[in-house]
C-alpha cells in the first residue's frame, strides 16, 4: 500500500536530499507557526463517516486556533496553490521547496497530540478519472505509526512516506510527545474513488 516517492515525482528524492535545511527552518521558527484546531472537525467527519473531506480557504480561516491540548491541528502553507501568508513568511524555504516540486494544491504541517489518533478513514479522490497520493514527511521524532489498509509502518524524522489516500488509513501517536509531519497531496490520472 506504500509507494516509492519518485514513482510519482522525480523531485521528491530532493525533498529528502534538502530535509536537513528544511528541518532547520523548522527548528528554528515553529512556535511562530499558526496551527488551527480541526479535533472537533474530525470526530464530525472521520470518526462519524470514516471518510475524510476537503478543507477549504473557508475553512481555515473560521476554525479556532491550535493550542497544545488539540488533539489535531493543521498548519497550512499552501491552499489551492495560494501560500497562507502568516506561515509562508515563517517558512520561506519550505515553501520555496513546494514551489519547486509543483505540489501546492493542499499543503500543511499536521500536529498530533500525545497520545493521540486520526482513526480510520479514507480521503475520496477528487474525480473519477483522479487519484490522490497522500506524502507524509515527518519533522519529528516519536512514536507514531502510519497504517494503510492491513500494512503499518512507524513514521521516521525526516523520511518519506507516500500511500493512495482513498485506501482506508490511520496514524496514531503512541509517545508523550507530539507529532509533527509536512503532509502534501499529489494528483495524478487515473480511475479515481470516490466512496
Request: positive net charge; hydrophobic residues 35%.
Amino acid at each position: 500500500m506504500f509507494l516509492k516517492p519518485e514513482a510519482l515525482n522525480p523531485r521528491l528524492k530532493g525533498l529528502q536530499m534538502i530535509y536537513p535545511t528544511l528541518k532547520e527552518e523548522w527548528d528554528n521558527n515553529c512556535k511562530g507557526i499558526e496551527f488551527k484546531d480541526f479535533s472537533t472537525y474530525q470526530k464530525k467527519t472521520v470518526e462519524g463517516t470514516g471518510k475524510g473531506f476537503e478543507l477549504n480557504h473557508k475553512d481555515y480561516f473560521d476554525a479556532p486556533h491550535g493550542t497544545s491540548e488539540s488533539k489535531w491541528s493543521i498548519a497550512p502553507l499552501f491552499i489551492d496553490h495560494t501560500p497562507y501568508p502568516l506561515n509562508a513568511r515563517v517558512l520561506p524555504k519550505l515553501c520555496k521547496t513546494m514551489t519547486w516540486l509543483g505540489e501546492t494544491l493542499s499543503v500543511g504541517i499536521v500536529r498530533l497530540g500525545p497520545y493521540s489518533l486520526l482513526d480510520w478513514h479514507f480521503d475520496p479522490d477528487p474525480a473519477i478519472d483522479m487519484v490522490r497520493y497522500r506524502v507524509q514527511l515527518p519533522l519529528s521524532s516519536g512514536l507514531s505509526v502510519l497504517s494503510v489498509e492491513s500494512e503499518s509502518r512507524p513514521q521516521a524524522e525526516g523520511k518519506l512516506q507516500v500511500f493512495r489516500s482513498s485506501a482506508r488509513h490511520k496514524v496514531q501517536n503512541h509517545g508523550e510527545n507530539e507529532r509533527f509531519s509536512l503532509i502534501f497531496d499529489i494528483f495524478r490520472r487515473g480511475r479515481g474513488y470516490l466512496g
